[in-house]
């Protein structure tokens, strides 16, 4: 299964469908890069958070969006990310930030940057990425060889994301991860959305093994059929 072309793939969805775990796997199991977009939205939240800078204020988050400098690693083995060249891989999880990254990623200014940074990293990918996000397959990479849309009940997302954070409440997580995707979904610039020419895979009844698998094999046959 050698080819001397980069293979681009472009994995998307809302939280909790499993695309982080997958990208990390496939990418590895081929060879490829790995990009994590949700975590590039995730530092310069961060970076705004910790500057004093109001995340209700879209303005302000239009002037500050070009001054943190974010470096993506894209090793799916040992994924990294810095700001400023401080490791925040674990303070982009906390909740504050959780809670106000949708805001954020929703102003134009911040996207520009971001999915400039994005066309760059893939463009420089030797073998071939998988980069996961919302808005892969429709905007930063719209001539991807692969598109995959990932879904799953809401229910099944919140046990999954419960399931990672200890003594976590089902049915708050349930609305706060509903309220993220809707948010995502209706913003202007590059909604969370489905590329027409995306395959679509409902992980609810899947195991991550099997979701892996499936994305493998999609991968496998877009490069035969070059
Ligand atoms: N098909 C699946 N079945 C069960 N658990 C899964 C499945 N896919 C992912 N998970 C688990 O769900 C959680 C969220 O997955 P993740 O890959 O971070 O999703 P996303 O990147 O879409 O938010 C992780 O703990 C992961 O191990
Ligand atoms: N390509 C992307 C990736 C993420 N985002 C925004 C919207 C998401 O709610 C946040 C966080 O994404 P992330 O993938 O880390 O979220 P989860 O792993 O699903 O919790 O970033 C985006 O607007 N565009």
């Known amino acids: ?16 469908t499993g695309k982080s775990s997958t990208s990390k796997a496939v990418a590895a199991q081929l060879g490829l890069s790995y990009l994590d977009t949700g975590a590039q939205y995730r530092a310069i939240t961060w970076w705004m958070v910790t500057n004093g800078i109001d995340t209700a204020d ?22 990294a990310i810095t700001v400023d060249g401080l490791d925040v891989a674990g303070p982009i999880r906390e909740q504050d ?25 893939a463009g420089s ?9 919302r808005d892969i397959g429709t905007t930063v990479l719209p001539d991807a060889d692969l598109k995959v849309f990932l879904t799953a009940s809401p229910e099944a997302r919140a046990a999954r994301r419960s399931g990672e954070l200890e003594g976590a409440d089902l049915h708050a997580t349930r609305e706060a991860l509903v309220k993220r995707d809707a948010a995502d979904s209706s913003r202007k610039t ?20 099997q979701v892996i698998e499936c994305v493998v094999t999609l991968v496998e046959e877009k490069r035969a059929g070059r």
């Open 190 to 209: 590059s909604p969370l959305a489905k590329a027409d020419d995306a395959v679509e895979v409902d992980t609810t009844d899947l195991t991550l093994q």
């Open 58 to 79: 879209p303005f302000a988050i239009a002037s500050a969006a070009g001054k943190p400098e974010i470096v993506s690693g894209t090793d799916p083995e040992k994924p």
């Open 97 to 121: 930030v959780t809670s106000k990254v949708s805001a954020v990623s929703a102003v134009p200014e911040v996207r520009a940057r971001i999915t400039e940074l994005q066309r760059a990293i």
């Open 125 to 133: 990918a030797v073998t071939g990425i998988v980069v996961e996000g």
């Open 1 to 16: 299964m050698e080819s001397a072309t980069p293979v681009i793939v472009a994995i998307d969805g809302p939280s909790g």
